[in-house]
């Protein structure tokens, strides 16, 4: 059989003014702009015989491009990978939590390699740790005004309808809180986007004083906060790790003290310990001395004039100093469970007074994930599954840090022979909700009333959770946990 022809080249020759290589994956002529007299650009001048005695190398910042190798000492002074001075609100591990290095065993087998026994002795502990948590959670799926035109929106898809509807969700949950007001700071953890805050300032129209501070630890494309110019409104960006966030170093915060609402959307794992402790500990502790202002300062965000004389007159300042608090409240959509880490996690408390420790959260953590990966019994399916999943985290990644939490291969894949796939996936949720009660134990003992409630339909998202908390002394209804 005669070998066949290699592929026709999509265009005959380069466009003007452009690369003249051809890149053989993508079937088409780079189109990158090259310099005057040059036919090649600089990733592909070495295929020049004019360059050919200049050598180009891996780029050490970031071996995702090039350099000549002549040119390297210059090139690492302007590359977009250098390690660049770090703002005065980096402060490095401050919301990490503390390492114990004598609790994490030196290395942990997979789920895939403990024995039937060990694992069945795992979900004994996981039952009787979770008894009394196994009761539905409340719904509370809701929708707010200003996403009503987007929801009918007759071009949306469904990736796009899901998202609208979380986001309709959260934001009116955000309402029935009563934390959807003027003169705050709403923190978007993991803002991806900016979708969600977003949101917020359309439903917020004309209130005045806002602030919106979006945390996200990479570069993202195709943000939203850059076309909002509203005159009421404030966006800010930080390219930085929640882990190394100091709120109250931020100019913003700093300069304005106003109450700070943390939200987030799908705030994977880790990262909601980290947004919890950065909001709860490191930002509320820093702000204690605002408890020495005088009562109209420390109140005048939340109360009018009219009221602020009268509480004075009544002699009740110290009560008032007492009801106030730098963070008015929390909303975080819960996300990938396996994607938690021991060291960063603030329920340590609760679990060890469960008797469990390092080792058993180290694979409930893992467990999690039976409760949305399901249990391959087939290869066809296993196949069509995979395919599925990767289509999922697709659409997800709009919202996702990480382009959609890839499963862990040894808890998702791997199914234990003596359980269905029913009691997988319900082992699976008792994991996710064992690991969400640590963090309701700790925003209890930190002084907030939080809650845990479904916000969306499993068909919308299998991460459907939503946790909220508001300070003690908020006269919400919306306060019982």
């Known amino acids: 059989m005669a070998a066949s022809a290699p592929a026709p080249h999509t265009t005959e020759f380069p466009a003007e003014g452009r690369c003249s290589y051809y890149v053989e994956k993508k079937k088409r002529f780079c189109r990158m702009v090259v310099a005057a007299g040059k036919r090649f650009c600089g990733e592909h001048a070495g295929a020049a015989e004019e360059e050919n005695a200049r050598k180009r190398i891996l780029c050490p910042l970031d071996p995702k491009h ?52 060990q694992l069945e002795n795992l979900i004994k502990k996981l039952r009787k740790a979770s008894e009394g948590l196994n009761s539905p959670l409340k719904d509370q799926i809701l929708s707010h005004p200003a996403l009503h035109d987007a929801l009918n929106d007759p071009k949306n898809g469904d990736s796009a309808t899901k998202h609208l509807k979380q986001q309709a969700s959260i934001l009116g949950n955000i309402e029935k809180l009563k934390l959807l007001g003027p003169r ?109 202002e005088p009562l109209a300062k420390r109140i005048k965000n939340d109360k009018t004039e009219k009221e602020i004389n009268t509480l004075a007159k009544e002699g009740n300042e110290k009560n008032v100093a007492e009801k106030w608090s730098p963070v008015a409240g929390i909303v975080i959509a819960l996300c990938c469970h396996h994607r938690c880490d021991w060291r960063h996690y603030v329920g340590k408390e609760y679990f060890r007074a469960l008797g469990l420790g390092a080792v058993e959260f180290h694979y409930f953590q893992r467990m999690s994930s039976w409760a949305t990966c399901g249990m391959r019994r087939t290869s066809l399916e296993a196949s069509s599954l995979t395919v599925k999943r990767k289509d999922e985290q697709n659409a997800d990644s709009e919202e996702h840090d990480d382009r959609g939490c890839r499963i862990p291969d040894d808890s998702a894949e791997s199914a234990p022979g003596f359980l269905t796939v029913e009691e997988k996936t319900k082992i699976g949720h008792l994991c996710k909700l064992l690991i969400d009660q640590g963090r309701v134990e700790y925003l209890q003992q930190k002084g907030f009333s939080p809650a845990l409630q479904y916000y969306t339909d499993p068909l919308v998202s299998l991460e459907n959770v939503l946790l909220t908390a508001l300070p003690n002394h908020s006269s919400s209804p919306e306060t019982t946990a």
Do not use: M
């Not at 005065?88 to 004598?102: C, H, M, P, R, S």
């Open 66 to 117: 090039t350099v000549y190798e002549d040119q390297l000492a210059k090139h690492l002074k302007k590359c977009n990978s250098r390690e660049k001075p770090k703002p005065d609100f980096f402060i490095q591990d401050i919301n990490a939590g503390l390492k114990d290095e004598t609790e994490i065993p030196e290395q942990l087998v997979s789920i895939s390699s403990l024995s039937e026994e």
């Open 184 to 292: 705050r700071c709403f923190v978007e953890f993991g803002a991806g986007k900016g979708k969600l805050s977003h949101w917020v300032d359309i439903a917020l129209k004309d209130a005045e004083k806002v602030h919106f501070i979006l945390v996200e630890k990479v570069t993202t494309r195709f943000k939203v906060d850059g076309k909002h110019r509203r005159k009421n409104s404030v966006f800010e960006r930080l390219q930085i790790d929640i882990q190394h966030l100091c709120l109250s170093k931020i100019p913003l915060l700093s300069k304005e003290k106003l109450p700070v609402v943390g939200i987030g959307k799908h705030l994977c794992g880790v990262a909601t310990d980290l947004a919890l402790r950065c909001l709860v500990e490191t930002y509320a502790a820093s702000c204690e001395e605002r408890n020495e």
